[in-house]
């Protein structure tokens, strides 16, 4: 506070600058804290070399530091500093117990008085901006922008309403039908989240589960969705629409809480329905974070008589070694390589290469994303099991669901 008070006299700029090193965690969990404090202390010193007299480093706790950088001139100026002193001398290697470790530092600027001029709000806009440089690959800088901040209000304004939203009754499931590839007979729906917020509109899952995820609130609305799900497959084979399933996608964290086989087995009790018609899609990055936990997780699930898919299939990095231990029950591949697949012959062999794979170790194949009617031939010629896209279908409310499903019951859905 007395640094920007003296600039404010003086009419001069003072940077504040936000460090935060990138993988700390990684370093402190596997080598011990005894090596991170040590990393520490030599991260202190490094910066320390880095400023002039008049100058501040001090550390917030955990691996988090902030400079202060009085008598600046230009935002160029810091730009220097940061890039040919700070970010190398951080990157040399830092010898500890004998040993060379290599660290390097995500940092978001701040400049009084153009950024703000009260310290709360210097201190959030650099941790804004270092947020952005982490984001944008890690051991980097970023200055500030009013349309970051915007960009953060906005993120506040929707974790703030989506705490909300479950109560509100704001949240709603689409249902896309999956067909048989052969047949072309309705088997099940994929349900799919939305969010009518009060004020911005239909929001589209990519805007909010992340903050959902961020926040937690994943876990509460996953459950919401998961009851959602299997009430309305209750009510399509009471309406005698058909024996289909409902596929729910299931997050990262909500796949972690301690309570999610709980969680499923009083949903499949207070809805009734046949745990043989609940399937659950899980990414190859849920799969693979903690392999044994999920192979015995998995096994209750499937033990319960749930299904198990493994959705985007293609896109993160399964061990192959591994799958064949998940008791899963299906592949989705991934609708880049659907959507690629006639102008690229890459995605057609991914394609065909994971039905092969799929068909080898005994699951079940599904391509998501079909547009157009090239596609289904190739996805039929290949022996591909169910389909899945805006060629068939879109997703639709439940009610326009059940429609579309009483039009093509007893019959292919298309001719
Ligand atoms: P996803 O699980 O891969 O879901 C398929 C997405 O592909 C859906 O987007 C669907 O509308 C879209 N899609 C289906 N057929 C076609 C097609 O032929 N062409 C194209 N271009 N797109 C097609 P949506 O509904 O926007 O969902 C996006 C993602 O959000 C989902 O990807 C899923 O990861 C996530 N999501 C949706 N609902 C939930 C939910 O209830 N819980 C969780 N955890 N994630 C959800
Ligand atoms: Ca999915
Ligand atoms: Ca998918």
Known sequence: RLTVEQADRLDQKVALLFIDLDRFKTINDSLGHHVGDGLLQSVAVRLAQTIRAGDTVSRLGGDEFVIILSGVESADEVAHLIEQRLIPLIREPHEIDGVNLYVSCSV??????????????????????????????????????????????????????????????????????????????????????????????????????????????????GEWVLEQACRHQSAWRQAGLGELFVAVNISALQFRQERFLNTVANILRTTGIDPGSLELELTETIL???????????????????????????????????????????????????????????????????????????????????????ELCILQSVACDEVQGYYFARPMPAGDFEKWLAESVGSPSLS
């Not at 048989?180 to 899952?205: C, F, I, K, S």
């Not at 799958?323 to 690229?344: A, T």
């Open 108 to 221: 978001g600027v701040a400049i009084f008085p153009d950024d703000g001029r009260e310290p709360d709000e210097l201190m959030r806009h650099a941790d804004g901006a270092m947020y952005k440089a982490k984001g944008s690959g890690r051991d980097n800088f970023q200055f500030f922008t009013p349309t970051m901040n915007e960009k953060a209000l906005e993120r506040l304004h929707i974790e703030n309403s989506l705490r909300q939203a479950v109560d509100r009754d704001e949240l709603e499931l689409l249902f896309q039908p999956l067909l048989d590839a052969h047949g072309q007979y309705t088997v099940g729906a994929e349900a799919l989240l939305r969010w009518r917020h009060p004020e911005l509109g239909l929001m589209p899952p990519i805007r909010f589960i992340p903050i959902a995820e961020e926040t937690g609130l994943i876990v509460p609305i």
């Open 288 to 374: 693979m974070e903690d392999v044994e936990a999920n192979i015995r997780l998995m096994s209750s699930l499937k033990a319960m008589g749930v299904s198990l898919a493994v959705d985007d299939f293609g896109t993160g990095y399964s061990s192959l070694n591994y799958l064949n231990r998940f008791p899963i029950d299906k592949l989705k591949i991934d609708r880049s390589f659907v959507s690629d697949m006639l102008s690229d012959p890459t995605n057609l062999a991914i394609t065909k290469a994971i039905i092969g794979l799929g068909h080898t170790i005994g699951l079940r194949v599904t391509a998501e994303g079909v547009e157009h009617e090239e």
